[in-house]
């Protein structure tokens, strides 16, 4: 004969095992949403992919153009345009508008931290740190370092040209902010025949290498033309882009989520290889 104690046990049986069954259900449930949100968010990822791959090559395109009043320009605006539902912001700078790193003085190296901000002590040490990376010898500068000052940090000086600008950042003297500032406005990649471009330049790299400075008029004026303030100068006299070595930029952006990929490029005059990547990122 069941007692009311045995009725309690058995509703509480009940209950635990209802409470049970649905801890376990929301387990599933979530574990399901999570793998769904994941799903999701690849499936935007490579939906953004795909969309500033297909920036890069209509950028690729428009600077390839044979009708000159359709080539893209190559003086660091922005252009904005729709692929599908994605928005697309794509900007084309000119390598030859910037400080070339494998390509410039003492006095230049110089101006280019000066111009970026450096002064004192900081600025001899990154200067004569930029010396002693490049050049081919172990021998120190004063306020500069060779390969038993960088040697706790795993590293030593190339004691040849930068492969690439992210290189600086190893440099005694330089920290994360210093290298954002001067990181859009210098190059590896400037080119063979040519020389520094003012009318497609960044600001940094203007005022450094023209020795102008920052507050002068031509640079306030490049400053304006990059912000859309002031039409840029037509940069298409000559626009002659082969063997030119350019950076593509692309943001791609669709509901609060964005992407960014970059490539530097060089057309070619060869229609069966016409263009090469000489980096992408």
Same mark, same amino acid.
Request: hydrophobic share 40%; no cysteine.
């Given at each position: 004969m069941k007692t009311a104690r045995d009725s309690g046990y058995a509703m509480l049986a009940a209950i635990l095992g209802i409470a049970a069954f649905?801890?376990?259900?929301? @387990?599933? +449930? $979530?574990?399901?949403?999570?793998?769904i949100s994941v799903v999701q968010a690849e499936t935007e990822r490579a939906r953004l992919t795909a969309a500033c791959n297909a920036g890069l090559t209509l950028?690729? @395109?428009? +600077? $390839?153009?044979?009708?000159?009043?359709q080539q893209w320009l190559i003086d660091s605006t922005k252009r904005t345009l729709k692929f599908d539902d994605v928005t697309l912001t794509i900007i084309v700078e000119d390598e030859r508008g910037k400080v070339p790193l494998n390509g410039i003085n003492?006095?230049?190296?110089?101006?280019l931290f000066r111009t970026a901000g450096v002064s004192g002590s900081r600025l001899s040490t990154l200067v004569d740190s930029?010396?002693?990376w490049i050049d081919p010898d172990n021998q120190r500068r004063d306020s500069g370092a060779e390969a038993p000052q960088y040697a706790a940090l795993g590293y030593k000086p190339r004691n040849g040209s930068f492969h690439t600008i992210s290189e600086i950042r190893y440099l005694k003297g330089m920290d994360d902010d210093l290298y954002a500032r001067v990181a859009p406005a210098i190059t590896t990649f400037f080119g063979e025949s040519g020389g520094f471009s003012e009318g497609t330049s960044?600001?940094?790299?203007?005022?450094?290498?023209?020795?102008?400075?920052?507050?002068?008029?031509?640079v306030i004026q490049r400053q304006q033309e990059?912000?859309?303030l002031r039409p840029a100068p037509d940069v298409r006299d000559p626009p002659y882009?082969?063997?030119?070595?350019l950076t593509v930029r692309v943001e791609a952006s669709r509901a609060?989520?964005?992407?960014?990929?970059?490539?530097?490029?060089?057309?070619?005059?060869n229609p069966n290889d016409p263009v090469w990547v000489r980096y992408l990122e």
């Open positions: 649905s801890y376990v259900s929301f @387990q599933v +449930l $979530a574990e399901n949403r999570g793998i950028a690729i @395109q428009g +600077l $390839a153009s044979k009708d000159k009043k003492e006095d230049q190296v110089h101006d930029y010396e002693d960044q600001v940094l790299a203007l005022a450094a290498l023209s020795e102008v400075g920052l507050d002068s008029s031509d990059l912000a859309g882009l082969i063997g030119r070595t609060g989520a964005d992407i960014k990929r970059s490539a530097i490029v060089e057309l070619t005059a």
